[in-house]
């Protein structure tokens, strides 16, 4: 019965631990694949230990604790995905205050207990890059040393010593902060809760020598709280950004007018000029088109006015393509009296309304 109860705690602390950090659905694991070491300091707060003393009145009674200093160092493998298996020596100091229940006595000494552990974790990424949760399981072996546990009871001094070892399993749940400008090295701060389970003995002498018995402790349970520091080998720090490449802005489109005589779709010299600085132009920007759309005023009918603005574009198009602008990239377009530059009434002669607008884009 015994055995199954320490195996089933042993599973549940491993396994449940384990459960939860895989269960973080699909948090991604820290970037962390190698070999690491780590280590911790901290404080443990230990819980009461059942006892059976040698005197036959006082079979059972609980052995009052007090917290002491707790220390790890470990050796691990980080796989890149998360899980991280390690191999963790321990040390727990255990105060003693005195005995209740059965028997109510003052007890000094101590005990110390120093474990061998192997952990399985799980490193979450949970989308900052300053700090990663994980959780974990481990079991292994640890030897509690009674040191000098003296009971002072009726005047008389029953001390006792010796070791003894247990089965444990523990369960682990933290946090690590990755130090910037060090890749690799995080501190860590984190909790684990340690099971040394079974009954133990340990040989008790009265203090004129004789041999009265044995003391047996049942199981122990510590809580422990660390800080610590980690450095896995071989992490390279991320790339760097790329420098931020200036691109330039698209240039505006740019546009030319060429002015006409009145019903004309002839170029005069001032026209021919203008579409040369538009050819000259188009060398030395990046175009995708050149839109050459025609135009006329009021004066005439719809239909008139709508042929003599595409004969105009066509006109200054054919300018164009002698002045070397390919002509495949020209667009021609007539809109007639349309879009007037210079609102007027109907029938009237305007000559910056008798126009070729060149527009380069």
Not at 39 to 55: A, K, L, R, W
Not at 163 to 184: D, E, K, W, Y
Not at 239 to 257: F, G, I, N
Request: hydrophobic fraction near 40%.
């Amino acid at each position: 019965m015994r055995v199954s109860k320490i195996r089933m705690l042993c599973a549940s602390a491993l396994l449940g631990s384990l459960g939860l950090g895989l269960g973080a659905g699909s948090a991604q694991a820290q970037p962390f694949q190698g070999i690491y070491l780590g280590g911790g300091v901290g404080y443990n707060f230990p819980s009461d230990i059942g006892v059976q003393t040698p005197f036959p009145t006082n079979p059972r009674t609980r052995l009052e604790t007090e917290g002491g200093i707790v220390g790890l160092g470990s050796l691990g493998y980080g796989f890149g995905n998360g899980l991280r298996l390690e191999i963790e020596g321990n040390y727990r100091g255990i105060g003693l205050k005195g005995l209740t229940g059965g028997l109510s006595a003052p007890v000094t000494g101590s005990l110390k207990t120093y474990g061998v552990m192997a952990n399985a974790l799980f490193d979450m990424d949970v989308g900052s890059a300053w700090v990663y949760p994980y959780v974990g399981g481990g079991v292994g072996y640890a030897w509690s040393t009674a040191d000098n546990v003296s009971i002072v009871s009726g005047g008389t001094t029953t001390t006792s010593n010796g070791t003894n070892g247990r089965f444990a399993v523990q369960a682990i749940a933290g946090l690590s902060f990755p130090m910037p400008g060090v890749p690799g090295l995080s501190m860590t701060t984190e909790y684990r809760f340690l099971g040394v389970l079974g009954d133990a003995s340990t040989t008790t002498v009265t203090n004129p020598g004789a041999v009265v018995g044995t003391i047996r402790t049942q199981e122990q349970y510590n809580h422990s709280f660390l800080l610590g520091v980690r450095y896995a080998f071989g992490v390279t720090p991320p790339p760097a950004a790329p420098a931020a490449v200036a691109t330039p802005a698209p240039a505006a489109a740019r546009s030319y007018l060429v002015f006409f005589d009145w019903d004309k779709a002839t170029l005069t010299d001032r026209a021919r000029a203008v579409v040369k600085e538009a050819a000259e132009a188009s060398t030395r920007v990046s175009y995708t088109r050149i839109e050459v759309n025609g135009y006329t005023d009021t004066s005439g009918s719809k239909q008139y006015n709508q042929g003599l603005s595409v004969r105009r574009a066509q006109a200054v198009a054919a300018e164009l393509v002698k002045l070397n602008v390919p002509k495949q990239a020209i667009s021609i377009q007539g809109f007639g009296d349309t879009k007037l530059l210079i609102p007027t009434g109907a029938n009237t002669r305007e000559p910056q309304n008798r126009r070729v607008e060149i527009v380069i884009r």
